[in-house]
């Protein structure tokens, strides 16, 4: 087999192969006799139809491709291997000559990883803000706690007042008829503008308990139920009760119910739980800082091509959120921030792509590899999530692909640490709650062009709300799992 390359732009490469003939004819004859096993061919039994009869068949064209499908795939994966090409994007025939009783030649079109010229990385220095347990943080939790354990409790007959928590009984009229659906008994509503339809709240203020009276509103127009959208309903209310939310004392009690023995032990194990917090975030933050620090020291012509992969699949991640709660795509495509986010997400994707070829840069310079004991907290996590055997987690090579990749990015960031000088420096801006577990540098946050296919987590300050929330729920999601693996990694 002979070999010919030519490369074009920063990262693209054609490769050329030409295939000794006897070869190509030794496919097209196999092409046939895998045919003549699943086609009848009247006077054969099956699989023994002569070759001539097959051609006649399917035809001769038909037979060459089953031939190249089987062959071509074959024959680049070797001269890829043979070649040492890092090849990034699924390979495209761009021309292909197979007569019988020639030399079989076709070109291939593929982009391969950049080259990167990696700066100092070995035994960085770089200062890393310290998050530190914020003062008041404890009583804060203990509150929180507290405030988690409210009850509604009924109070003596008074005048309704904004902020009352409500039992009612109600009937819905729209036209003088009972809206399908629309009585209700024991609604507990919390009295406050904007917790039911527009003006319905405030009409229940200075009402007692024991009365039956009238509230008039107007459904909204777009209201989800379109045959009552826009129009006049007339409510009839029974007031049953006012209720109080009370938060219990912070106590033994309220220690009891969280299964400890004492406020004093619930408040030891909450201050241990803050301080393994604010360690795992100074953890993150140096990962985070290393990581940037070796990028920023690194050299790399990134193609387009690359960034414009990662922002499309940055883009569905946005679409898939909207889709989740019932937004279209087609909607947000028309309104105002929607050439912000594109934006953005253009930026976020050459970040995150440049970050993973500098990561992979590194594996390949340290010669860093994966052994399989540690890939089994990860496959073990995977079994139990989609309750799947190990064994079709084990065959799914999709799926292997995506776990490697993870643990080998964790390997070599945690490398990258290990060998860097870190310093601790007081932070300007302490906050006191919800650390920004994002900017972990454990797989999530690298490109999918190779292979991290996690949710993203943007650090672009645009308006979106859409795409505050999706960022918001992506982190949260993201939190759990990596506490979830980090909990099983330890047991193991």
Not at 127 to 133: F, G, I, N, Y
Not at 202 to 221: A, N, R, S
Not at 472 to 486: C, D, L, P, V
């Amino acid at each position: 087999m002979k070999v010919t390359l030519d490369r074009e732009g920063k990262n693209v490469v054609h490769l050329g192969l030409e295939v000794d003939a006897k070869l190509a004819e030794k496919e097209y004859e196999k092409a046939c006799r895998m045919l003549s096993k699943n086609i009848n061919v009247p006077g054969f039994r099956r699989g023994k139809a002569p070759r001539k009869i097959i051609e006649k068949q399917v035809g001769v064209d038909y037979i060459k491709t089953r031939a190249l499908e089987a062959i071509v795939p074959k024959l680049l994966s070797e001269a890829i291997t043979t070649e040492s090409l890092d090849v990034i994007t699924e390979p495209q025939i761009d021309s292909c000559e197979f007569d019988l009783g020639s030399p079989l030649k076709f070109t291939a079109k593929f982009e391969v990883r950049p080259e990167v010229t990696l700066g100092d990385y070995k035994g960085i220095q770089v200062k890393v803000p310290e998050a530190t347990l914020p003062e008041g943080a404890l009583d804060r939790a203990l509150q929180s706690i507290a405030e988690s354990k409210t009850s509604l409790q009924t109070i003596d007959p008074r005048p309704v007042k904004m902020g009352d928590t409500v039992l009612l009984d109600f009937e819905c009229f729209v036209n003088d008829k009972l809206v399908e659906g629309g009585k209700t008994e024991g609604l507990v509503l919390e009295v406050k503008q904007g917790s039911f339809i527009e003006g319905f709240c405030e009409q229940l203020v200075d009402k007692k308990p024991g009365e039956d009276f009238e509230v008039k509103v107007k459904f909204p127009d777009d209201y989800r139920n379109t045959e009552l959208a826009g129009q006049d309903a007339l409510f009839k209310v029974k007031l049953k009760e006012i209720r109080q939310r009370v938060v219990p004392p912070i106590d033994d009690d309220l220690a009891k119910q969280l299964g400890q023995e004492s406020i004093e032990a619930l408040k030891e194990a909450l201050n241990e739980r803050l301080e393994e917090e604010i360690f795992q975030e100074n953890e993150m933050r140096a990962q985070r800082t290393v990581v940037e620090s070796v990028v920023a020291k690194s050299t790399v012509d990134i193609p387009e091509s690359m960034i414009e992969r990662e922002q499309v699949l940055l883009l569905q991640q946005v679409r898939r959120y909207l889709e989740q709660n019932n937004q279209t795509w087609e909607t947000f495509e028309k309104s105002d921030d929607f050439e912000t986010v594109k934006k953005n997400k253009m930026e976020e994707a050459r970040q995150r792509v440049l970050t993973s070829l500098v990561l992979g840069a590194v594996v390949k310079a340290e010669q860093l590899t994966i052994e399989r004991d540690e890939l089994a907290p990860y496959i073990e996590e995977l079994v139990q999530r989609y309750q799947v055997p190990i064994q079709q987690i084990e065959q799914n090579e999709e799926l292997k692909r995506q776990v490697m990749e993870e643990v080998l990015t964790n390997k070599v960031v945690q490398h990258l640490v290990k060998n860097a000088v870190i310093e601790l420096v007081p932070e300007e801006h302490n906050h006191e709650h919800g650390h920004d577990h994002s900017h972990s540098h454990s797989g999530e946050e690298h490109s999918h062009e190779h292979g991290h296919e996690h949710g993203s987590d943007p650090e672009h300050g645009h308006s979106h709300d859409t795409e505050k929330e999706a960022k918001s729920e992506s982190k949260k999601t993201e939190t759990a799992e990596k506490s979830k693996k980090k909990s099983e990694t330890a047991q193991k």
